[in-house]
Structures are given as structure tokens and as C-alpha cells.
């Protein structure tokens, strides 16, 4: 079940690039790349996932979504 959440966060979260970022440099993690519970993100007590900053500085760009720990 966690494993069908996931693929459902991600679909919704969207494992494509943006096309209407200007500048963007491209994505560092590949969508074969796992994340990595506590290191990439948590759950917080909503039970929403939350990128932690390493990821989102991984990432390389801000997508303009209001991240809670978004370098950018």
C-alpha cells in the first residue's frame, strides 16, 4: 500500500520537469533514483509528504510551489 501512495505522490507531484521554468537547470535526480526516507523527505504529522532542503538544493531549482524548505 505505501508502495501505491508513493506512486500516486509522485504522478501528483509530477516526475517530469516544468516546461514554464525559465532557467531551470535540469533535474539531478532521475526518476529511477529512489528517495531516501528522512534524507529526501518526511512525513509530517498531516501525513503529508514533505522534500527536506538537501532534495530540494539537489533539485537545482525552484518550482514555485511554496516548498516548506525550499533553498531558493
Given at each position: ?6 506512486q500516486?505522490f509522485?504522478?501528483?507531484v ?5 516546461t514554464?521554468l525559465?532557467?531551470a537547470?535540469p ?16 512525513i ?13 538544493k539537489?533539485?537545482?531549482?525552484c518550482?514555485?510551489?511554496g516548498c516548506r524548505h525550499?533553498?531558493y
Open positions: 500500500m505505501i508502495k501505491r501512495l508513493f500516486i509522485k504522478k501528483q509530477g516526475s517530469t520537469p516544468r514554464d525559465k532557467n537547470p533535474d539531478n535526480s532521475s526518476p529511477e533514483t529512489p528517495l531516501i526516507p528522512e534524507k529526501d523527505y518526511y509530517d504529522t498531516n501525513g503529508l509528504y514533505v522534500f527536506t532542503a538537501d532534495y530540494l539537489r533539485r537545482g531549482y518550482c514555485d510551489n525550499c533553498p
